[in-house]
């Protein structure tokens, strides 16, 4: 039980901490920034919700209003809003205000290419 206990609370310091890149060490777990970067953006990529917000992106011909995502799902707007922001923070999407409304397209330069993920589905 204190195990899982002392992983929890470096989990959670692994979140709270920001390390530049070239540290050796994040968090005291062995691993580099870079791996735990990685991981971050394939988490980004690790729900079924936000690969089908990614390939409707990929498949508008422009930018889609945040109303717009949202009709396609059966989830309130808090949900999707949660989502955006994970694409968005993982680099993803970008986003900005236009009126009363957020606009959201494939951003320019993702961390990783997803072209062939969101052509097929597939790796």
């Not at 690969?51 to 059966?74: K, W």
């Amino acid at each position: 039980m204190v195990k899982n206990m002392e992983t929890i609370k470096t989990n959670k310091a692994c979140k709270s901490r920001n390390l530049k890149s070239g540290q050796d060490k994040f968090a005291n777990d062995g691993c580099t920034v870079e791996d735990h970067n990685l991981a971050s953006t394939l988490k980004a990529l690790a729900h079924p919700i936000r690969l089908r917000i990614l390939r409707m992106l990929g498949e508008s011909e422009t930018s889609m209003c945040a109303c717009d995502i949202e009709a396609q799902f059966s989830l309130r707007q808090p949900s999707i809003s949660h989502h955006m922001k994970i694409l968005k923070e993982a680099g993803f999407v970008e986003s900005w205000q236009e009126k009363n409304w957020v606009r959201y397209r494939l951003a320019a330069n993702p961390p990783v290419p997803i072209n062939t993920i969101l052509s097929n589905g597939n790796l």
